[in-house]
Nanobody
Framework: QDQLVESGGGLVQAGSSLRLSCTAS????????MGWFRQALGKEREFVAV????????MYADFVKGRFTVSRDNAKNTVYLQMNSLKPEDTAVYYC???????????????WGQGTQVTVSS
C-alpha cells in the first residue's frame, strides 16, 4: 500500500530553522515528482515546493524562495524540506505529496501524507 509519512514539524521561534522529512513506501519513489504543500487554519492548501524524480529540477512558491530548499534521497525514499528564517506566517500543517507531473497544482497530486504541524512563534 502506498504511504507517505512526514516528520520533523514542531514549535519554533521566528528566525529558526526546521527540516521536514517525508518517507515513502509501497511505490516507485524514484519515478515520482514530490511536492510540499501547506495549509494554515482556515485557509486553502497552498503549494510550497516540488522536486523532480532525479532531483535536478525544483520549483518554489514565491513566498519561500531563498528560505526553503527541497531535496531528496532516492536511496532512502525520502524527500526533505529545509526551512530557514521561519516566520509566524509559515505556521501551517505541511504535507508531502506525489505526482507524475512537474506541477504546483495540488489537484494533480494523487497520493498524500498525513501532514506535520509547524508552528512559528513571534
Amino acid at each position: 500500500q502506498d504511504q507517505l509519512v512526514e516528520s520533523g514539524g514542531g514549535l519554533v521561534q521566528a528566525g529558526s530553522s526546521l527540516r521536514l522529512s517525508c518517507t515513502a513506501s509501497g511505490r516507485t519513489f524514484s519515478s515520482d515528482y514530490m511536492g510540499w504543500f501547506r495549509q494554515a487554519l482556515g485557509k486553502e492548501r497552498e503549494f510550497v515546493a516540488v522536486i523532480s524524480p532525479a532531483g535536478g529540477r525544483t520549483m518554489y512558491a514565491d513566498f519561500v524562495k531563498g528560505r526553503f530548499t527541497v531535496s531528496r534521497d532516492n536511496a532512502k525514499n525520502t524527500v526533505y524540506l529545509q526551512m530557514n528564517s521561519l516566520k509566524p506566517e509559515d505556521t501551517a500543517v505541511y504535507y508531502c505529496a506525489g505526482t507524475r507531473l512537474f506541477t504546483g497544482n495540488h489537484r494533480n497530486y494523487n497520493f498524500w501524507g498525513q501532514g506535520t504541524q509547524v508552528t512559528v512563534s513571534s
